[in-house]
């Protein structure tokens, strides 16, 4: 009881402290005793009233506002799912109100608070509904990366809508760093009542949520309805984390550290644990915004950028505690699983003895995987087929047997220059870019012994991204894609980190990724500053390399990247004997005369100068890494990794979405990145689905 009262006493004096510096910290040059002296009623003239009345105590009781809403329904999400990483930002639903957000700015001109909170109230309830139906389902680590999953779907749904309205995306840039300059009076008032109704149901939920800690079926024995239980806190998370949205943006790890340090400081009772949530919210939102308008002066740094700063750092300390070991280590079966006959059995344990076949020659026989060449012969004619349906679609109004013709300098002259110096290139870039995905998904997850360990989920692709924007804009070059060569740079520096961080990788399962996952959300957030700094037009284009676009790109980087995958692939190949020899554990892979940690080294060197090499070609193509090993893999069987299926299936998925991109929307272009984000996500949950492992 005493750490309890001290917790709640400190943090009483610290939100205080906080609100006085936040009401005499500013850009505004006015004295603290004129502040306090107008606050308690001595008047002032126009230029203090406007500095106190319009600019600073606005943004301050926004920021406790937002911050108690975002730390409360952060505490609900971890106490009804079960999970310490549960945290609106990662699970999604602050994308779904975001979603919602923009939408009805886009649609409805929507621009007062009231009509802000609606819209996002329509996009966050589903997405609480879909995290909350598979929270239970899932192990903490696994819910994470589902909700990386919805929130990357949603996200690329909003940026498809942003790309046609740049005015939108204006307002979008600066609202989506969490920014509490600026907000009016009246859009705090009209999200008052919403937070107050949130925070009168969580604290209805206290008992009940209790009682749901012991499991649903003592629940029921205590009298309590877990499936009513659930239903009121999507309700009171819903409204919480919209109006939250409604008034400053989609500010992630709020919630996951508000949560972290309700349960540190208060205890398992979950009455305490709300009070505290909800003033552990309050002021590190707070805390932040004073800080953001100091760091930099005379500009303000984002704040949502030093609020990933702090959570990025819990959500690995989380993710490596106890308390997530003894979550729910597995998917939950709803019931026994079948299992396989013998034949099967023999089918998944290895290659079968007709799976290969002999050639021989004079001299010389080759051993010939049957099931894998056809696989790579059906892959090679179905990028064949991506390409001539590529050349050809456009509004041209191009055949694909006069696209066929184009390809060969005969036809029409209007034809053979459009194919051949516009789109042609465009192509080649992207069955690249797709290429090196490929291959270094599939060597990032032999590396890991997980699916999931692909360079975009461990924050790879991000670095290269943000090396590659960094020299850009500090140079006198007009396009981002003149410095791919600096891409492998930066995916090396963020290996490097999230290796550090983890401590390595085969042995700690989803651990592993949830820290780059981390770091992929810091990194996004810096990348998100990075657009706010820059004049709108740069930023649109900027905008749109940044989440993975193949506009504008041609030979000139192109193919110096298929260059050094004309050396790096047959280095990968030639790897493949020692990758097999990984599966076994250290003492059996050294009796076989293969060398683990060089081994490790060499696979994690190309797989990273691979993911960055992609990176620069189109930036950081979402997903495609993590499907196309998938996919060569069903195909060519388990028996074998896809070191040839794999490039090729990613050269496919990039040509084919850079395709529909190009043709689904009337007069605008959806970048290859969004594309493969909206279609991604649902093959992530399906993926996470699927595995057995914890």
Same mark, same amino acid.
């Given at each position: 009881m005493f750490t309890q009262v001290r917790a709640f006493g400190l943090g009483a004096a610290a939100l205080l402290a906080l609100?006085?510096?936040?009401?005499?910290?500013?850009?505004?040059?006015?004295?603290?005793?004129?502040?306090?002296? &107008?606050?308690?009623?001595?008047?002032?003239?126009? &230029?203090?009233?406007?500095v106190v009345d319009t600019l600073r105590l606005p943004r301050t009781l926004a920021?406790? #506002?937002?911050?108690?809403?975002?730390?409360?329904?952060?505490?609900?999400?971890?106490?009804?799912?079960?999970?310490?990483l549960a945290e609106t930002g990662l699970l999604g639903v602050n994308a779904g109100a975001a979603l919602g957000v923009v939408t009805g700015i886009v649609t409805a001109g929507a621009q007062t608070g009231g009509a802000y909170l609606g819209w996002a109230l329509g996009g966050a309830l589903p997405a609480t509904g879909v995290v909350l139906a598979i929270g239970a389902r899932l192990s903490p680590l696994k819910l994470v990366l589902a909700g990386a999953a919805l929130s990357a779907t949603l996200t690329g749904i909003t940026t498809a809508v942003l790309v046609a309205d740049p005015v939108t995306f204006d307002q979008y840039r600066f609202w989506i760093l969490g920014s509490l300059a600026g907000i009016p009076m009246d859009r705090v008032l009209a999200i008052a009542p919403a937070v107050a109704a949130g925070l009168v149901m969580a604290a209805v939920a206290a008992r009940p949520l209790a009682a749901l800690a012991l499991g649903d079926d003592l629940a029921v024995a205590l009298g309590h309805r877990p499936g009513r239980t659930r239903l009121w806190v999507t309700m009171a998370v819903t409204l919480l984390s919209a109006a939250a949205v409604a008034v400053a943006g989609p500010i992630g790890f709020?919630?996951?550290?508000?949560?972290?340090?309700?349960?540190?400081?208060?205890?398992?009772?979950?009455?305490p644990r709300i009070v505290?949530?909800?003033?552990?919210?309050?002021? #590190?939102?707070?805390?932040?915004?004073?800080?953001?308008?100091?760091?930099?002066?005379?500009?303000?740094a984002p704040v949502a950028l030093l609020v990933a700063v702090l959570g990025a750092p819990v959500l690995v300390v989380v993710a490596r505690s106890r308390a997530v070991a003894a979550g729910p280590g597995d998917l939950v079966p709803s019931r026994a699983p079948r299992r396989r006959p013998a034949r099967g059995a023999a089918r998944a344990g290895g290659p079968s003895p007709s799976d290969a076949r002999v050639v021989r020659g004079r001299g010389w026989s080759v051993l010939v995987p049957v099931r894998s060449s056809v696989a790579a012969a059906v892959l090679l004619a179905v990028t064949a087929v991506a390409v001539?349906?590529?050349?050809?679609?456009?509004?041209?109004?191009?055949?694909?047997?006069?696209?066929?013709?184009?390809?060969?300098?005969?036809?029409?002259?209007g034809h053979v220059l459009l194919v051949q110096e516009i789109r042609l290139p465009r192509v080649v870039a992207g069955l690249v870019a797709g290429a090196a995905l490929g291959l270094s998904g599939c060597l990032t997850q032999a590396l890991a012994r997980n699916r999931l360990a692909t360079p975009d989920m461990l924050g790879i692709n991000q670095g290269a991204v943000i090396a590659i924007m960094v020299a850009g804009m500090a140079s006198a070059s007009g396009t981002l894609f003149a410095h791919w060569w600096i891409g492998p740079v930066g995916a090396l520096a963020a290996a490097v980190a999230v290796f550090a961080v983890s401590g390595g990788v085969g042995r700690q399962g989803y651990r592993f990724i949830v820290t780059g996952l981390a770091l992929t959300t810091l990194a996004g957030a810096l990348t998100q500053s990075l657009l706010a700094w820059q004049g709108l037009g740069s930023a649109t284009a900027v905008h749109s390399w940044s989440v993975g676009s193949l506009a504008g790109r041609g030979y000139s980087v192109a193919l110096p990247v298929a260059a050094g995958l004309a050396v790096l692939v047959p280095a990968a190949l030639a790897l493949a004997r020692r990758v097999a020899v990984l599966r076994f554990d250290e003492d059996v892979s050294a009796g076989l005369g293969v060398d683990p940690g060089r081994t490790r080294i060499a696979l994690l060197a190309l797989a990273v100068v691979l993911a960055g090499l992609a990176a620069g070609v189109a930036g950081p193509v979402a997903f495609v890494a993590l499907a196309a090993p998938v996919v060569a893999a069903r195909l060519a069987g388990p028996a074998r990794l896809p070191l040839v299926g794999a490039p090729l299936t990613g050269a496919a998925l990039v040509v084919i979405a850079d395709t529909a991109g190009r043709v689904a929307a009337d007069g605008a272009e959806i970048p290859v990145g969004v594309v493969t984000s909206i279609l991604g996500g649902p093959f992530l949950l399906w993926t996470l689905l699927s595995d057995r492992r914890p």
């Open positions: 609100c006085a510096a936040s009401m005499l910290t500013g850009a505004g040059r006015v004295a603290p005793g004129q502040v306090l002296d &107008h606050l308690l009623g001595g008047g002032g003239d126009d &230029h203090l009233r406007m920021a406790l #506002v937002v911050g108690a809403a975002l730390g409360v329904s952060g505490m609900l999400l971890q106490s009804v799912t079960r999970n310490p709020l919630g996951l550290l508000a949560g972290y340090l309700s349960r540190s400081l208060g205890g398992g009772r979950v009455g505290l949530s909800g003033l552990a919210g309050a002021v #590190v939102l707070l805390g932040a915004d004073v800080l953001a308008r100091v760091v930099m002066r005379p500009y303000e001539v349906a590529a050349v050809a679609a456009g509004q041209s109004g191009m055949t694909a047997g006069q696209a066929l013709s184009a390809l060969a300098g005969a036809g029409e002259g």
